[in-house]
């Protein structure tokens, strides 16, 4: 029998539990500034590997969660991540071909355009933070992103996620 349906829902769900996870994992105060956005990378990486199965409703759901567990305004993180995943479906096909290093520069810019997003809403609020505070997450995210991407698509690779 040919199965062609999908497969692989668990590793994807799994690397969601696993970066909601980290997203809790306490901090030193010094170190708050640097928490990279492992939700943020999950998204990219399962949106610019299957864009046919995860989008920008799966981007807005995993922000709705990054909402609760941060205790923010229900939805920024929401808006930020579902575009995030539409900036991630538009350029796909050209930052899958890039290595790694690369790739981290466009994700750098991707989630500059994501913390000027949550910078936007916490100014409406009346709680903007410096943009120092936006630069230095992003920085670490676009650091870490080879080793992330090397990490899901050797589990992509493993389990056959398709």
Known sequence: MNYTGRR??????????AAFTLLMMPLPSW???LRPEWVAMVV????????NRVGIGIGWFAGLIVDVIRDSLLGQHALALAVVAFLTLRLHQRIRVYPPGQQAITIFLVMVINFL???WIRGI????????QVLLP???TAILWPGVFMVLRFLRRQFHVS
């Open 31 to 33: 170190a708050q500034l």
């Open 125 to 132: 609020m009346g709680q903007a933070p410096d943009l120092w």
């Open 138 to 140: 992003a920085l670490t």
């Open 117 to 119: 997003i949550i910078l």
């Open 8 to 17: 692989g829902s668990g590793i994807i769900a799994l690397s969601f539990v």
């Open 44 to 51: 990219i990486y399962w949106t610019m590997a299957l864009p």
